[in-house]
C-alpha cells in the first residue's frame, strides 16, 4: 500500500488511506495536518461519481480521532462507499454520520489458538464481510454486510454542527486572537518569538519564520525529516534537531544554514544553549555538546538508554537530560562525564522522557510518568526528596530563576511548588477544574500569569500568586503543544493540529 498516505485503484474503485495515532506521547489521537491536506488534494483529482473506500486504523468519530470531522466532510464530497478502521478489536458494521463503515479485528490472537483477518467481498450490490483464521479449514459466515450506492451527501448522510468554540470563548476568555495562521503539517512544539519575528517547526521538517505583526510568512528552511523539537534562539540564530539525524543551526534574520551537524540517527530533543555551547539528546544513547558558533563537536556521551525528546537543563557545571527507558542521566558540562544515573520508574511507560528538566542552584527537580517529582542534589545525585503529592505526569513549569516550580495533575489540579524549600512545600494548590489530563505540554509563565495547556486544545490563564483561574480559552480539538508568552501582553498557541494563535492577553 505504501507509506502512510496511499492511493490506488481496482475495477474502477479507488482506495484511500491516510494515518492516525496520539502522535505526542499521552496525546490524543489525530489524523495528520500533513495527511488531511493530501487527502483534500487527491479527492479533487477523483471524479465525484468515482467509488471510493477509504482506509484508516481508529474510527471516524470525534471519541476515536480528534479530527474526524474535517475527514468525514471531505469524504462526503465524492461517492464514497464505505470505511475501513480497527483499532478496537472487534468485527462491527457502523456508519460515520450516514457513511457505512466497517470496523474490523485485530490479527493478534489473544487467548485463541491463531489470530486472524478480514477479507471483504464488494460483489452484486454489497460487500460482505468475513474472517479467516489461518488454522482454521474455511472461511467463517459472514458477520456484516454493508449495502453499496452511488452515495448522495443530501438524502444518505446527517449534517450536525461543526466544532466552533467562539460563543463558548465568549464566556470564558478574556484574551483576544491577533492573528491566527493554519500550517500545512502538525505543529508537535511550541513557537519562541525574537524582535518581530516568530519562528516554529513543524512535522514535513521545516522551521518556519513568520511575522510577529501579522503572521505573514517571512522564510522557510527545510530539514530531511520530520522536526518534534523546539526552535532555540541565542544571538541573531536559531537551532533546531530534525528525525533526518543533524541539529542545524539557521541565521534568523535571512533562514540560511550556517551549519550542521550530522548524526546516524533521528532527534527528538528540543537543543539548549548556554555559554555558546549547544546541548542536544541524540539518538542510540548519545548526547551532544557542540559549539554554538562553529558546529564542532566539543564531546559526546554515550550510553544512555532510550530516546531523549526533552530539553535539557543545566545548572552549576551539570546538565542533565530523561530519556524513554526510565533514566535520568547527569553530565559534566566541560568534559561528558557521567555523574550520575537515576533509573525512576519500572518502564519506559513510565519514564521521565517528556519532562523539560529544571534547576535551581545545586538542585535539578524532574516530573516523571510515574507520577514522582524528584529533587536531586545536582552534583551527587542524592535525592533530596520526591513526592507523588502532585498527582501529575511530566507536564512542569518553572519560574525563570527557577524558585517555583508549577505542576499539573492528572485531574483538574494545578500546583505551585517551592523550589527553594529544604523539603516538598505547596505554595498553593489550585481546583481549575480542566477533568482528566495528560498532555505532556509544560506550563509556563510571565511576570503575572501561569498558563495551562491542555490536551482537548483548551489554555488556562491562572493567577500566579494565588492559582485563581482568570480566563480559559478553546483553540481546537488537538494537543496544545505550547502556549509561549510574549512579556505581559502577548501569548502565542500551538496546537497539534498545526494552528497558530498569536493572542493579547488583558491587562
Known amino acids: 500500500m505504501g507509506g502512510s498516505q496511499f492511493k490506488y485503484s481496482i475495477n474502477g474503485v479507488v482506495f484511500l488511506g491516510i494515518s492516525s495515532g496520539p502522535f505526542m506521547r499521552m496525546g490524543p489521537c489525530q489524523a495528520p495536518r500533513e495527511d488531511i491536506e493530501w487527502l483534500q488534494k487527491t479527492l479533487k483529482d477523483i471524479p465525484e461519481d468515482t467509488p471510493i473506500v477509504f482506509v484508516i486504523h481508529s474510527p471516524l468519530t470525534l471519541d476515536a480521532i480528534a479530527n474526524a470531522d474535517q475527514i468525514i466532510d471531505l469524504l462526503k464530497t465524492h461517492n464514497i462507499q464505505f470505511v475501513i478502521s480497527g483499532h478496537y478489536h472487534v468485527n462491527k458494521v457502523t456508519d460515520y454520520e450516514g457513511i457505512p463503515a466497517a470496523i474490523c479485528r485485530s490479527s493478534l490472537r489473544r487467548k485463541d489458538p491463531c489470530g486472524g483477518y478480514t477479507i471483504a467481498t464488494m460483489e452484486k450490490g454489497k460487500m460482505t464481510l468475513r474472517e479467516r483464521r489461518p488454522c482454521e479449514d474455511t472461511i467463517r459466515a459472514p458477520w456484516g454486510e454493508v449495502a453499496l450506492k452511488d452515495y448522495n451527501s443530501a438524502t444518505d448522510t446527517i449534517h450536525p454542527a461543526r466544532q466552533d468554540y467562539t460563543a463558548d470563548n465568549a464566556k470564558t476568555s478574556k484574551a483576544s486572537v491577533l492573528w491566527h495562521i493554519q500550517d500545512h503539517s502538525d505543529i ?9 519575528t516568530v519562528f516554529f517547526t513543524n512535522t514535513v521538517g521545516e522551521l518556519r519564520a513568520v511575522s510577529a505583526v501579522d503572521g505573514h510568512a517571512l522564510w522557510t528552511f527545510s530539514t530531511g525529516d520530520k522536526i518534534f523539537s523546539e526552535p532555540t534562539y541565542s544571538k541573531g540564530k536559531v537551532y533546531i534537531s530534525s528525525a533526518d539525524g543533524s541539529i542545524y543551526c539557521i541565521d534568523s534574520k535571512k533562514g540560511s544554514k550556517i551549519w550542521q551537524f550530522k548524526t546516524d540517527y533521528p532527534i527528538l530533543s528540543t537543543p539548549l544553549v548556554v555559554n555558546d555551547v549547544v546541548y542536544v539528546g541524540g539518538g542510540k544513547g548519545r548526547f551532544y555538546a557542540l559549539d554554538a558558533k562553529k558546529g564542532s563537536l566539543i564531546w559526546a556521551h554515550s550510553g544512555i538508554k532510550g530516546y531523549m525528546e526533552s530539553r535539557p537543563v543545566v545548572t552549576e557545571g551539570v546538565v542533565a537530560i530523561g530519556s524513554w527507558a526510565s533514566e535520568f542521566n547527569a553530565m559534566d558540562t566541560k568534559t561528558g562525564k557521567n555523574l550520575w544515573k537515576h533509573a525512576p520508574g519500572l518502564s519506559r511507560y513510565f ?13 535539578i527537580y524532574v516530573h516523571s510518568s510515574d507520577k514522582k517529582l524528584y529533587c536531586y542534589n545536582a552534583h551527587s545525585g542524592q535525592i533530596i526528596w520526591e513526592s507523588k503529592e502532585p498527582n501529575g505526569r511530566e507536564s512542569l513549569g518553572v519560574e525563570p530563576d527557577g524558585s517555583i516550580l508549577y505542576v499539573k495533575s492528572t485531574k483538574d489540579y494545578v500546583i505551585a ?9 505547596e505554595l498553593w494548590r489550585a481546583n481549575v477544574g480542566f477533568g482528566a489530563e495528560f498532555g505532556p505540554t509544560r506550563i509556563t509563565v510571565n511576570g503575572k500569569y501561569a498558563f495551562v495547556s491542555t490536551g482537548n486544545g483548551k489554555v488556562y490563564c491562572l493567577d500566579k500568586k494565588t492559582g485563581s483561574t482568570m480566563w480559559m480559552h478553546r483553540f ?3 494537543l496544545i503543544t505550547s502556549a509561549y508568552p510574549v512579556g505581559e501582553k502577548a501569548l502565542i498557541v500551538t496546537t497539534m493540529g498545526g494552528g497558530v494563535f498569536y493572542m493579547q492577553i488583558p491587562q
Open 351 to 363: 519514564s521521565p522522557g517528556a519532562c523539560w528538566t529544571t534547576g535551581y542552584k545545586d538542585r
Open 417 to 425: 511548588i517551592d523550589a527553594t524549600s529544604p523539603e516538598y512545600k
Open 476 to 478: 481546537s480539538s488537538s
Open 188 to 196: 508537535a512544539s511550541g513557537a519562541i518569538q525574537n524582535g518581530k
